[in-house]
T-cell receptor
């Protein structure tokens, strides 16, 4: 089954403790991206990647890192999480072309205390 | 980056058609119009997309204005399960930054 898998689904942690949210897709997609979703603000893109070792900033990249060492994986790294990064995060993938849909993961709810 | 404008919320009665509007006055000639929806407690899911011509699929229809500055997502017979946030976005090519915005929250009245 074609899918985007995020882990963990829920995480409560403390300020400053490094964390990684993993994202994996099994569709051989070139394009992967991370979004955060906050009440009243909709979905905002954090980072995206067009290929292995190629990443670009989205609208809200501050405080986040990503890496794309393999085509199927695109982890989101919070080196020193802060409470304002408490949010719902989604990973997505697609072929990269404008006429193809994005596939989203089920989301990761992060709470930074 | 091209952007879209949608109403914050809309209401419709169950079993009636729903027309969700989207304005994209700065659309470029190569931008595709995509619609997604997000059901409560789920990730966004693809609904439909188009370039110039109207499009139909099993979920909905997409009507695109002749000048492409606006589009309308049509749910032909709304059910309670269609209550969701609907996003209209533009995709302009290979590896583009994607801007979702806040979408339209659709309420379905039984």
């Amino acid at each position: 089954e074609a899918q985007v898998t995020q882990n963990p689904r829920y995480l409560i942690t403390v300020t400053g403790k490094k964390l990684t949210v993993t994202c994996s897709q099994n569709m051989n997609h070139e394009y992967m991206s991370w979004y955060r979703q906050d009440p009243g603000l909709g979905l905002r893109q954090i980072y995206y990647s067009m290929n292995v070792e190629v990443t670009d900033k989205g609208d809200v990249p501050e405080g986040y890192k990503v890496s794309r060492k393999e085509k199927r994986n695109f982890p989101l790294i919070l080196e020193s999480p802060s409470p304002n990064q408490t949010s719902l995060y989604f990973c997505a993938s697609n072929t990269g072309t404008a006429n193809q849909p994005q596939h989203f993961g089920d989301g990761t709810r992060l709470s930074i205390l | 980056d091209a952007k879209t404008t949608q109403p914050n919320s809309m209401e419709s009665n169950e079993e009636e058609p729903v027309h969700l509007p989207c304005n994209h006055s700065t659309i470029s000639g190569t931008d595709y119009i995509h619609w997604y929806r997000q059901l409560p407690s789920q990730g966004p899911e693809y609904v439909i997309h188009g370039l110039t011509s109207n499009v139909n699929n099993r979920m909905a229809s997409l009507a695109i204005a002749e000048d492409r500055k606006s589009s309308t997502l049509i749910l032909h017979r709304a059910t309670l399960r269609d209550a969701a946030v609907y996003y209209c976005i533009l995709r302009d090519g290979w590896g583009d930054k994607i801007i979702f915005g806040k979408g339209t929250r659709l309420h379905i009245l039984p």
